[in-house]
């Protein structure tokens, strides 16, 4: 650890540079702006309190980011609302954007489902991701945006592989359909 | 008929988002990379699916409000 002076001058500048994606991460995990504030807010305390322990400084951003999700999790387990309850399977067949709209004679004179995704705005993908159950949207946080291994999903909530490979693949069928049922309420498809 | 080392569309199907996210043995991904290569089809999801997974990570960052950036500052000039 640098001096003190030389510390907060790069931890400023440093969190600066992320505030953007801390705040986009937490208010997704959350799901409510306020919780994401209060969780942004303490992952800086809780990242202050421990910069002696990043020995590498370069990691800072991946650094303060897995302390922003743990602090989520963690925060979770206290409240008792444990972000890995979720029911495990409703019997839902697993949903395909891509098999709803793709049309493989069109190949050479079409793509809808390219047209598709083209028209898809990003309050669409907010809508379909904030409307997850809070166990299956974290683990697609922590996996697509945050770009967590399979392995660091299952160490940071304590459960099997195997578990969040499955959490994974239902979580992307539903919010597969739920952009399906926009799109299809917005009129972006045509499709049946 | 597929020789020993292809796989067929179905299988790619099924390992497809786990290929997309690196979580795949280097032999799967090789056989998975060469039917790509030659299935249109196949080739068409993957893009799809990669377009996708593009427009979640963007979601993952947004410009905080004023409120946040005031009681940021504000814990940050404490330290």
Redesign the interface.
């Known amino acids: 650890m640098g001096n003190h002076v030389d510390?907060?001058r790069f931890?400023?500048a440093e969190?600066e540079r992320l505030?953007?994606?801390?705040?986009?991460?937490a208010?997704?995990l959350t799901g409510n702006?306020a919780a994401?504030?209060d969780l942004?807010?303490e992952a800086?305390?809780k990242a202050?309190r421990n910069l002696g322990q990043l020995n590498d400084r370069r990691s800072f951003p991946k650094w303060m980011l897995r302390i922003l999700t743990n602090t989520f999790v963690s925060d979770c387990r206290k409240a008792r609302q444990e972000p890995t309850i979720v029911i495990e399977d409703e019997g839902e067949e697993q949903f395909s954007?891509?098999e709803q709209l793709?049309q493989?004679f069109l190949?050479w004179w079409g793509?809808p489902?390219?047209d598709l995704?083209s028209k898809?705005v990003?309050e669409d993908?907010?809508r379909a991701?904030d409307n997850l159950p809070d166990g299956l949207r974290a683990v697609?946080?922590m996996?697509?945006?945050?770009g967590y291994?399979?392995a660091e999903v299952a160490a940071t909530l304590g459960i099997p592989i195997g578990t969040v490979?499955s959490r994974?693949?239902r979580a992307?069928s539903m919010?597969?359909r739920a952009l399906w049922r926009q799109a299809r309420e917005a009129g972006l498809t045509t499709a049946a | 008929m597929t020789s020993p080392d292809q796989i067929r569309c179905e299988e790619v199907i099924s390992h497809l988002?786990?290929y997309l996210?690196?979580?795949i043995d280097d032999e799967k991904r090789q056989q998975i990379e060469r039917h790509l290569q030659d299935c249109?089809?196949c080739f068409?999801?993957a893009?799809?699916?990669k377009?996708?997974?593009k427009?979640?990570?963007?979601?993952?960052?947004?410009?905080?409000?004023r409120?946040?950036?005031r009681?940021?500052k504000a814990?940050?000039d404490q330290?």
């Open positions: 510390d907060c931890f400023r969190f505030t953007d994606r801390l705040y986009g991460i208010l997704r702006s994401a504030e942004v807010s800086v305390v202050w954007l891509f793709h493989p190949l793509n489902e390219r995704i898809l990003r993908v907010e991701l697609v946080v996996v697509e945006i945050e291994s399979y490979r994974l693949n992307r919010l597969q | 988002l786990d996210d690196g979580e249109r089809g068409s999801r893009e799809f699916e377009e996708l997974k427009r979640i990570k963007q979601v993952g960052t947004q410009k905080p409000p409120s946040l950036q009681r940021l814990l940050i330290f």
